[in-house]
């Protein structure tokens, strides 16, 4: 292939605005629904599940991230809280 040849995987969009052309799939919608459900099966099988030890780490990480930031909260909340009370005068 030479440099100046192009694969259909490298071919750039064409113009904003237009869609590409897509391939008309003929036959009733049976055979229409068949042949999307096989490419879906095709598809499915290539995605890569992470694993249960995965799952538990990134599980942890996000808790820990949302305790962190529920603590910061907090202390700014109170902060402010106690802040405002200390200036503003109170009534009686």
């Known amino acids: ?4 040849q192009q694969t ?4 750039k ?3 904003a ?6 391939e ?4 009733s919608p049976m055979e229409q629904l068949t042949t ?3 490419g879906v099966r095709t598809e499915w099988t290539k995605i890569s599940w992470p694993t249960t030890q995965q799952i538990i780490g990134q599980t942890i990480v996000v808790l820990a991230v ?3 930031m529920t603590l910061l909260l907090f ?13 503003t005068p109170h009534r009686s």
Do not use: C, W
């Open 1 to 4: 292939m030479t440099t100046l």
């Open 8 to 11: 259909d995987s490298q071919k």
């Open 13 to 15: 969009p064409g113009p």
């Open 17 to 22: 605005g237009k869609k590409p052309r897509q």
């Open 24 to 27: 008309e799939v003929s036959g």
């Open 36 to 38: 999307y459900l096989k």
């Open 66 to 68: 949302v305790s962190v």
């Open 75 to 87: 202390v700014m909340d109170y902060s402010f809280h106690f802040i405002v009370n200390a200036i």
